[in-house]
């Protein structure tokens, strides 16, 4: 007669069905302790491939590549609205160690965007943000705030072009008062404009340019 093994009977049959199939790889549904659900690919005990976690505490959804148990590769992040009750994206682009890394687009609260590249989960390296009141910010990024060389142009169409420290205007920059026809180029710190030389810009075209000219030195 041949010798049947069973699981052991100290643990779930399921436990036995898990173990078989995460190391096969195969793609199934595992719930955590938490309420947690994961439903994709394994390598061994790990998310490893394609799979969908949900997050039972506030319902938020990851989609897309895993790595040894962490986000890794390209997915997107979705959160549940309140009111709608419709998911809305948070987060589409690329991961690395569970953080945002490489190219990705966010989209934040009021209708703002960041397009743009990141490292470490903080926006860094060359990016595009839209801000709620229509400015909009191209340049680079350094730990998440603008931070190098970059262009911020307001709702007006007057724009600031040079240099940026901790978000701030610094450095060497240019500051277009295309609404008034003049050009200011300078030194700044901290957004303080410190030195530097007013003149006309443009003045026959502006909308609203000044009652005088600027005498020519």
Known sequence: MPIVKYPRATE?????????????????????????????????NLKHGKGIQVWKRDRAIYSGDWKFGKRDGY??????????????????????????????????????RYEGEWSGGLRSGWGRMYYWDGSVYEGQWLEDRPGGQGML??????????GWKDGKKHGPGKFFYLDKGQLFEGIWAADIPKCGILIDFGRVEAPAPTQYPIPKV
Not at 26 to 38: A, E
Not at 98 to 108: L, N, Q, R, S
Request: charged residues 25%.
């Open 75 to 112: 997915g997107s992040y979705s959160i549940l609205d309140p009111i709608t009750k419709e998911y809305k994206k948070v987060y589409t682009g690329w991961w690395k160690n569970d953080k945002k890394c490489g190219y990705g687009v966010t989209f934040y609260p009021r209708a703002e």
């Open 153 to 162: 142009q307001l709702p007006n169409e007057n724009r600031y072009e040079g």
């Open 12 to 44: 779930p049959l399921w436990h036995e069905w898990d173990r078989k199939a995460q190391k096969c790889g195969l793609r199934h549904t595992v719930y955590s302790v938490n309420g947690d659900q994961y439903t994709g690919e394994w390598l061994g």
